[in-house]
T-cell receptor
Framework: GAVVSQHPSWVICKSGTSVKIECRSL??????MFWYRQFPKQSLMLMAT?????????EQGVEKDKFLINHASLTLSTLTVTSAHPEDSSFYIC??????????????FGNGTRLTVT | AQSVTQLDSQVPVFEEAPVELRCNYS??????LFWYVQYPNQGLQLLLK??????LVKGINGFEAEFNKSQTSFHLRKPSVHISDTAEYFC??????????????FGGGTRVLVKP
């Protein structure tokens, strides 16, 4: 089945530094990927929709200059948290639509990245 | 816009007992419905989905869910749980309109703790 790989699985960084998270579709091409954020014991909140070859679409309230998304190829999307602060500490999860590409096809999720900013 | 409410934030249950996780949604348009499971420090895995047809949907790991349009519900059930079913469960909906881009709206999650 469709596999989405996310790297790193966890990262600790100092306040003020930037962190890049990668999301790869291993056995299919994904023109659209989604980035979610999950706080402890809470649900997933969609941050942005990543579109291959074009700018990402951010949800209301998400700072696009802080959370940079690049979808340079059909198998890779990256999320860069710039000038990270402790409040950015969270669990970040990416997902990609199934190869069929239909709007009712389920999403496949990566295993998430736990970011801790000290 | 849609919203999803999972009525129980935590559900403790004994091993081999049945479990039901409640999910209600609100939407101005028709939706697709999904249940996902999340194990600690992992992403989400699809349990089952309702797109159309039979309102009783069977998924992986012995789970099933029933779509009730009049009650706008999509409750998840399993007749006999195992210790390995301890996890967080999320109900989600997406808009049937293609232009909406298949965005998922998630409920708050229900943490299932299976006790021996």
């Amino acid at each position: 089945g469709a596999v989405v790989s996310q790297h790193p699985s966890w990262v600790i960084c100092k306040s003020g530094t930037s962190v890049k998270i990668e999301c790869r579709s291993l056995d299919f091409q994904a023109t659209t990927m989604f980035w979610y954020r999950q706080f402890p014991k809470q649900s997933l909140m969609l941050m942005a929709t990543s579109n291959e070859g074009s700018k990402a679409t951010y949800e209301q309230g998400v700072e696009k200059d802080k959370f940079l998304i690049n979808h340079a190829s059909l198998t890779l999307s990256t999320l860069t948290v710039t000038s990270a602060h402790p409040e950015d500490s969270s669990f970040y999860i990416c997902s990609a639509r199934s190869p069929e590409g239909r709007y009712n096809s389920p999403l496949h999720f990566g295993n998430g990245t736990r970011l801790t900013v000290t | 816009a849609q919203s999803v409410t999972q009525l129980d934030s935590q559900v403790p249950v004994f091993e081999e007992a049945p479990v039901e996780l409640r999910c209600n949604y609100s939407s101005s348009v028709s939706v697709y419905l999904f249940w996902y499971v999340q194990y600690p420090n992992q992403g989400l895995q699809l349990l089952l989905k309702y797109l159309s047809g039979s309102t009783l949907v069977k998924g992986i790991n012995g789970f099933e869910a029933e779509f009730n349009k009049s009650q706008t519900s999509f409750h998840l059930r399993k007749p006999s749980v195992h210790i390995s079913d301890t996890a967080e469960y999320f109900c989600a909906v997406s808009d049937r309109i293609k232009a909406a881009g298949n965005k998922l709206t998630f409920g708050g999650g229900t943490r299932v703790l299976v006790k021996p």
